[in-house]
């Protein structure tokens, strides 16, 4: 009866996103799907906001995977130096980097110019922006109240069908490992920094699901929204014994991690050494979700901060390094959110009825990063481009 009654040329409405509410398109569907499949599509269509980039395939991903390891060896760097880097310092060159006109002062081994060109050049359908956006505070509001350092956007804008476009965000505590008492970095390194007050503010705001437009916003995306960035050294700048353990650890993880889409590609041919872009030794930033710096109350043995041991017991190395992350978890996977609520919060901080709701005094982090992608030649320049 569904399938007599579906007019394949119905209007889908496009559910409006963040941004801007287009015109209402006609979802197309590839001829070979039955119509039963297209009530199905267009049923999703309708019930969920996009949260990945569906325009993302393998050439893609490398590219955007190079950009960000190259990124991330300028941050290991500073580590090489001989001097004890701190969190803030870390963040501020991590924002610089990544903004367009910011990182034109370092020498990075792959620029964002690069990036867009290689995207061309492939006939990627990708164009890739950078901003940042800069909040003042003093020491004792960062401290107490924008319970985050760096707050991450991303805006993808597919000007070919809106109805793919969207907003998602995130927000992450910096925290950096510090040598052990002979000065070299090890399993036993621990991320000093790490504060309890500051933990239970961060879980606080993660797990918190009374949002104003809770009841409109149900059809939105809430994955993980709160993480730590863990600043570390490359890999080869931990102890030799050190690495045989995390490269033994890291190798039984990568063995059953190659059959995954495109991120299983992406693994398959960084492990086979075909064009690899990120090395064993070149792993360093690490995306943590809270809960795996959580140190159990029970266990009197445990240290009194995490240390570097503690999160590779949790997490897998590789998949979770910043290119990583930023590629397949914020671009193609489930990381971040498209709530309306937790967007405004990290541009602005929130509304203060959301504050009391939520019993939380909440400022926007001191950096929030702006990435903008476009699927497709944006309208505003068309008229500046000639096609042959």
Known sequence: KAAREFNPHQRIPEFPNSREVGPVQRTIYPAEYSRIDRI???????????????????????????????????LAGRFALGYE????????????LLDQKGAELHP????????????????????????LTTNKYNRHQEARHTQS??????????????????????????????RNSDGKYGLSSVY???????????????????????????????????????????????????????????????????FDYTQGLHLYHELLGDSSVQSFADIASLVCPIDDLELGSEDETQPAKPSFEHVLANRNLRQSSLPWFLVFGFMLGDAGSTDHDFLQLVWTGGSPKWQETANIQFLPPRYVLNIRVHGGLDPEHCNDTKTG
Request: proline letters at 4%; charged letters at 30%; glycine letters at 2%.
């Open 192 to 258: 000093e920094a790490y504060n309890d007050v500051q933990h239970s503010g961060l879980k606080a705001l993660d797990e918190f699901d009374d949002f104003p437009h809770r009841e409109i916003e149900m059809r939105r995306h809430h994955g993980q929204r709160c993480f730590y960035l863990l600043y570390n050294p490359s890999m080869i700048g931990f102890e030799s014994r050190d690495q045989e353990q995390i490269r033994h650890r890291q190798l039984r993880n990568d063995a059953t991690s190659i």
């Open 149 to 178: 350092d760096l707050g991450v956007v991303l805006d993808y804008r597919d000007h070919i069908q809106n109805d793919f476009s969207f907003h998602k965000a995130a927000l992450f505590q910096a925290k950096r490992l510090y």
């Open 40 to 74: 199905t599509l267009a049923s999703k269509r309708v019930d969920t906001v996009p949260s990945r980039i569906p325009i993302i395939g393998p050439r893609e991903a490398k590219l955007l995977f190079r950009y960000f390891v190259s990124v991330d060896r300028c």
């Open 108 to 131: 990075l081994q792959y620029s964002l110019l690069q990036l867009n060109h290689d995207l061309k050049s492939v006939e990627s359908l990708l164009q890739v922006e950078l901003s």
């Open 85 to 96: 880097p701190d969190e803030e310092h870390l963040t501020s060159l991590l924002t610089e």
